[in-house]
């Protein structure tokens, strides 16, 4: 079977730094997958590269066999790889349901698709409450939730989840984690960028870990956290 994503040898470089170098991988068909590392280690830059926010400088990114890196944004959100961004990104000025409605129309809805996803996702969310409340009313971590159901209008092949978790309540973290367990379970792919190290195991089967823009360690999550050369990156290497 055809990986669901397939990244070969994908670099990237600002000015001198080389931010990912020569970075493969692939993700199946409904699997979950952790992405870890420290700080700089080129987390977010591979993700940006495979949602379109920048172009690779070398390698090639497959989305269910057809290549889609530096295509636009747009282009690959509307072929099924969406993007949450560490910094949570809404329209504050718009109501909690119009911003569900213009996610909705962006990615093709029609107006009554549009409004029955909505009225799903505030739900799932726990947001139905703050249906006609202004985004920027909202706190920072039920505006993650706005984002993150924004994102879930059209279900996506892939999600690329950037620190999900972190800065919000307990209780909003928890709501994430149970809908992407219960939708992974139905077959929903995600990677997920988190420095939440019990949230990874506990949804992660498989983690890749990363290390100066490259490939440190991939496998079957305790394996990974374990590895001394993981270990090493994370804490130096007076612990390895």
Do not use: W
């Not at 090639?60 to 961004?85: E, K, Q, T």
């Not at 993150?148 to 989840?161: N, Y």
């Not at 997920?192 to 496998?219: E, F, K, Q, Y």
């Amino acid at each position: 079977m055809t990986a669901l994503v397939d990244v070969t040898g994908v670099t990237k470089r600002f000015g001198s730094l080389l931010a990912v170098d020569n970075v493969s991988f692939s993700i199946a068909h409904g699997e979950l997958v952790g992405f870890l590392g420290p700080n700089g280690s080129g987390k977010t830059t591979i993700l940006n590269i495979m949602s379109g926010q920048l172009k690779p400088d070398a390698g090639s990114i497959a989305l269910d066999g057809v290549a889609v890196a530096g295509r636009s944004a747009d282009a690959i959100a509307r072929a099924g790889m969406i993007r949450m961004f560490q910094l949570t990104r809404v329209f504050p000025n718009m109501t909690v349901f119009e911003n569900l409605m213009t996610a909705g129309f962006a990615v093709g809805l029609d107006r009554k698709s549009a409004l029955l996803r909505a009225d799903e996702l505030l739900a799932d969310m726990t947001l139905d409450g703050h249906r006609d409340e202004f985004a920027s009313d909202l706190s920072g971590g039920q505006q993650k939730l706005l984002e993150f159901a924004s994102c879930f209008m059209r279900t996506p092949k892939i999600a690329l989840l950037d620190e999900p978790f972190a800065a919000i309540h307990p209780t909003m973290r928890q709501t994430l984690a149970d809908y992407i367990r219960r939708t992974n379970a139905a077959g929903q792919a995600y990677i997920i960028v988190s420095h939440d190290m019990p949230i990874v195991i506990d949804l992660c089967r498989r983690t890749i870990c990363l290390a100066a823009g490259s490939v440190l360690a991939d496998g079957p999550t305790e394996r990974v956290l374990r590895e001394p050369a993981v270990i090493e990156a994370y804490l130096g290497p007076n612990h390895a």
